[in-house]
């Protein structure tokens, strides 16, 4: 009976590997093949079945892109559009997230549960009044109006809002006794706890702004003012039939917000822990 068991939670094992292993491949081959076609000078890329290695290395695509491009300064812009976005969405969304879980007050489910909402539409479905909001306000060609509308979403306050409320209970209470208000609560005592869950939010907020290519095209009529997601774009237009091109200035595009998540993703585990408990 327990040679039975043994055979059976190996096979258990074994199945949930082999469907992990599928899972992986899947997500890593749009990426993969992507690298493969930058790199590569010869061959057909369109091939089927395949090719998993480039016919010929080189860095010549890579050297085109630069060429073509300001990509440096679009470097510039995406690292200013993130950096200001994170910073303004994890004061805005911790200040949001903390009554939300700790004080009480009237109409605290009415509000939570209509930020909730939000989480069903789509986001392009804000583009046409976050621009005439935008231009009434003076704002377009600039990057507030890149930054303000993304500062604050409903999967951010959700995920701050779980983080306070696995902060115990007494020692809010206690902190309450001595005489602390509720901002040295906030500011000294539970927001220090969270650093794992302000760092998960932190990173899905680069990711997102990084990425982010629709509305800043939107928003911003200069070349010189687009971020690398919506710069590469001209590499469409310019190279429209050298993919390869196109391919290497897309790598050029993933490969920081990549790297930075391969050297912070211990902080995301962390807190995506946390967010599941």
Sequence with gaps: MMQFKSKRKMLQSLIRYMLLSVIAVLCIFPFWWTLVVAISTEGNIFEFPPSFLPHAMGLENFVEVFRVIPIFEFYKNSMLITV???????????????????MRFSGKKLIFGLILATMVLPSEVNFLVNFITMTQMGLVNSYTAVILPNVVNAVSILLLKQA????????????????????????????????????????????????????????????EDFPLSAGVLYLRGTYGSSTRVIAAGTILTVAPILVAFLLTQRFFMRGMDGAVK
């Design 84 to 102: 200001l976005t994170v910073v303004w969405k994890l004061v805005l969304c911790s200040l949001a997230a903390y009554p939300l879980s700790r």
């Design 164 to 223: 306070f409320d696995e902060v115990p209970q007494d020692l809010i209470d206690a902190a309450r006794v001595d005489g602390a208000s509720e901002w040295i609560i906030f500011w000294k005592i539970v927001l220090p706890l969270i650093t794992p869950w302000l760092a998960t939010v932190g990173i899905l907020s680069a990711v997102e702004a990084w990425n982010e290519y629709i509305w800043p095209s939107i928003v911003l009529s200069k070349p």
